[in-house]
T-cell receptor
Framework: KAGVTQTPRYLIKTRGQQVTLSCSPISGHRSVSWYQQTPGQGLQFLFEYFSETQRNKGNFPGRFSGRQFSNSRSEMNVSTLELGDSALYLC??????????FGSGTQLSVL | GQQVMQIPQYQHVQEGEDFTTYCNSSTTLSNIQWYKQRPGGHPVFLIQLVKSGEVKKQKRLTFQFGEAKKNSSLHITATQTTDVGTYFCAGLGGTSYGKLTFGQGTILTVHP
């Protein structure tokens, strides 16, 4: 089975722009979670989708949004980018036992 | 909300020494998971503990889940240079579907 695929791998944006990140889960996995990883804050939970429904949301501002499609692929959008949004964004998929399989992440740099 | 604290933040050891990282949750967990992230890589699942007092072993790694299901530990015996990386615990609360709360991680450096 193919692993979790995240695109793009690297992204450079400027403040005020918006960005969309994509995640394709492992085939058969219906849950997709997003995490933000920074050196100082560790792994921070953004949101989790299951069968196109957001089941849980972390403590991030409304500029961070996501969605999941009927094929379980997910996208994450960040609008009005700020310097502090620079981070590695990790997507993870899982089946019902909640064990997470992470993708390689998208490294976002905001200049 | 649920918080998971992990200590120490950094650990430097000589190859062959033992290593332990500890994880404490502010609330009772339904399960706890451990992940390893190699430098430049992404977190990789190691193990899941579900039962109170559970102990599981994977070769030189020993994982424990506390009796109250609020704490856990990972112990590595006789570390090797291949053990370098960041070790994360992640707890799942009773009703937090899909919302694993990660500890800050312990960065392990092994000196040959």
């Amino acid at each position: 089975k193919a692993g979790v695929t995240q695109t793009p791998r690297y992204l450079i944006k400027t403040r005020g722009q918006q960005v969309t990140l994509s995640c394709s889960p492992i085939s058969g996995h219906r849950s997709v979670s997003w995490y933000q990883q920074t050196p100082g804050q560790g792994l921070q939970f953004l949101f989790e989708y299951f069968s196109e429904t957001q089941r849980n949301k972390g403590n991030f501002p409304g500029r961070f949004s996501g969605r999941q499609f009927s094929n379980s692929r997910s996208e994450m959008n960040v609008s009005t980018l700020e310097l502090g949004d620079s981070a590695l964004y990790l997507c993870a998929s899982s089946q019902t036992d909640e064990k997470l399989f992470f993708g390689s992440g998208t490294q976002l740099s905001v200049l | 909300g649920q918080q998971v604290m992990q200590i120490p933040q950094y650990q430097h050891v000589q190859e062959g020494e033992d290593f332990t990282t500890y994880c404490n949750s502010s609330t009772t967990l339904s399960n706890i998971q451990w992940y390893k992230q190699r430098p430049g890589g992404h977190p990789v699942f190691l193990i899941q503990l579900v039962k109170s007092g559970e102990v599981k072993k994977q070769k030189r790694l020993t994982f424990q889940f506390g009796e109250a299901k609020k704490n856990s530990s990972l112990h590595i015996t006789a570390t090797q240079t291949t053990d370098v990386g960041t070790y994360f615990c992640a707890g799942l609360g009773g009703t937090s579907y899909g919302k694993l709360t990660f500890g800050q991680g312990t960065i392990l450096t092994v000196h040959p």
